[in-house]
């Protein structure tokens, strides 16, 4: 089969071997892969993987074989998977159902060969059913959109949190806003991308700066907030060298998240945090169930999110279009 493997310095489209299907296992013939920041943080090496590698982790597919211990009706279903395999089952957090965080759990297309291939052997236990509301493309959203619920499933909120900045309007800050408005919280969208910002406004957004045209963003996010700064400021943005200004905005005991895996070091002014007393929150990988809900209620809206799609051959062309444009979204490869 095709699959775009990542060897240490570049990614090429090859010849692999079919995976062989383990009797715990689905067989799936992929049909559409989002390209995520992960993949370009590990393609750019400050996220440091094994090689050779396939890439790809945010993926739909048709299950086409199952293995002897799987429900054999299973078979011509359209799923996506979670990305954390966790083998032991018996580790302090799987004892505590806290799955995404199993000492011996291996992540596709990070740890383990991912999706960017005509077919993937999954586990049973990691797959979950895409509703025909959903198409192929629109559920690749499901992984990034199950990391956006994370963020509230870590932070629960108090009476006092009424504004929420998001700094970074990629796919996944402009996911969060959806659910944080959800959730009933006013939002403060910043970027360098007008189309991102409208976007944002679109969805509902009550003030977007863009950062590229303003001097001072944590003085404007001070004159909207009476003073205070954000009740909630979360970085999305991929850009160590927003934290300054994500630490900054935020009203004192007021609530950080962090959601960039960019991997590389970030200094911080950890005594504006103590002094300040606020407080640090962090997520990833969510719950799948919650993001399948939101789309197939259409709460959630994606449409506008998909910037760009390639076939498999052109997974250069696929990575390089991140980088085209401040204006693009999302990628999606899709294989026949
Ligand atoms: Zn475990």
Redesign the pocket.
Known sequence: MKAAVYDGTDIIIKEVPKPILKDSQVLIKVKSVGICGTDLAILKGSLPTPTPLILGHEFTGEIIEVGKDVDQSLVGRRVTSEINS?I????Y??ERNMYTQ???RKALGIDIDGALADYIAIEEYLIHEIPQEISYQEGTFIEPLAAAYQTFEMMPLDKDDKIMAIFGMGKLGLLILQVALLKGLKIIAINGSEKKLKLAKKFGAFHVINRLKTGDIVKIIKDITGGLGADIVIDTSGNPAALKDVISSCRTRGKLHMKSTHGLDTPINLTDIVVRELTVYSSRCGPFEKAIEGLKSGKIKIKDLISREYPLEKIKEAIASYEESRDHIKTIVTLE
């Open positions: 966790h032991d089952k018996d580790c957090f799987c199993c000492k011996s």
